[in-house]
């Protein structure tokens, strides 16, 4: 850049200094192209915004693939001025799929995990988030577009109890 414009690389560094330049740091981001981007955007803020009454709003996520570890050999005993040792080794105990649903409103999780991530480990999370939360409220569980949520046999329970509303976030977004 110096070079290209004429002047000292430490006057290029004193211009990016002075003005926050940073151009060796770098952002991501990823534009939906979701043609109901705005129908399910509006859909899930308004949930939060404004819930409906006699209701519940709970986020709903998946964590897949956590890894089950251990560490081959127990940590270093603490001491002063030492820090809290672990070896860089480890064995797989396989992998686990946490299952979550969020209350925003008082901070409490309901969760379960699950050796695999199909539409009968989802399934049977909703059937447990159905029993472990007060019946006289209609529960509006906010969720991403992961094939599980929309598989036959989940749309097919759902049908069937009432009180269960998905509102789907819009593709690609968080």
Known sequence: MARQVGVTP??????WSANDIKPHL???FKLS??????????DVIGLYLNP?????????DEKSQCQALERTQPGLPLGIGHVRTRTHDYTRHGTITLFAVLNYLDGRILSTTATQHTHVEWLAF?????RQTPPELALHLIVDNYATHKHPVVRAWLAKHPRMHL????????
């Open 10 to 15: 430490a006057s290029v560094q004193r211009i």
């Open 26 to 28: 770098t952002r991501t």
């Open 33 to 42: 192209r979701d043609p109901q981007f705005e129908a399910k955007f509006w």
């Open 52 to 60: 409906p009454d006699r209701a519940l709003v709970l986020c709903c």
């Open 126 to 130: 909703l059937k447990k988030v159905h």
């Open 167 to 174: 509102h789907f976030t819009p593709t690609g977004s968080s």
